[in-house]
């Protein structure tokens, strides 16, 4: 997902629910890039905090445990979501308001009805179904 959006080492990146901060890390770790995850749960906030200290992440990874429609995305490169299509279409009008210009915007299994993808990709993550068990959506803010 994070070689489809094309993240680079300084680019900011942002993951709307977050859940235990795989993401995040893997954007700062493996990318480079400074990464803000959002999480309401608590419990998911503190397992994430848990892993970004122990691989001394903490420069580069700032969870927010609270509401994504509370977080400003203008200093947003790259946003990541992993939401349903229904909290895809709950949060569109926010990226649309505040994602400036050419924000990559990366939607995993739920498309953002209304927005034309730059590219969509299907694969396998268990060879055995034989049929693609995700779909990963790019868009590009124009």
């Known amino acids: 997902m994070l070689i489809l959006a094309e993240l680079k080492p300084g680019e900011v990146f942002f993951d709307l629910g977050a859940g235990d901060g795989r993401t995040v890390i893997m954007a700062a770790k493996d990318f ?3 990464a803000v995850g959002v999480e309401l749960r608590e419990d998911l906030v503190k397992k994430a905090l848990s892993s970004i ?32 299509t229904s909290a895809n279409e709950k949060v569109k009008p926010k990226l649309e308001a505040e994602l400036k210009r050419g924000v990559r915007v990366i939607s995993h299994d739920y498309e953002i009805v209304g927005w034309k993808p730059v590219k969509v990709l299907n694969f ?19």
């Open 32 to 34: 480079g890039a400074r």
């Open 53 to 84: 200290y122990e691989q001394g992440l903490q420069d580069r990874v700032t969870i927010v445990n609270g509401d994504m429609f509370n977080v400003d995305l203008t200093s947003a490169d790259v946003v990541f979501l992993y939401l349903t």
């Open 124 to 142: 396998c993550e268990n060879q055995t179904l034989g049929y693609p068990s995700h779909t990963i959506y790019l868009y590009k803010k124009i």
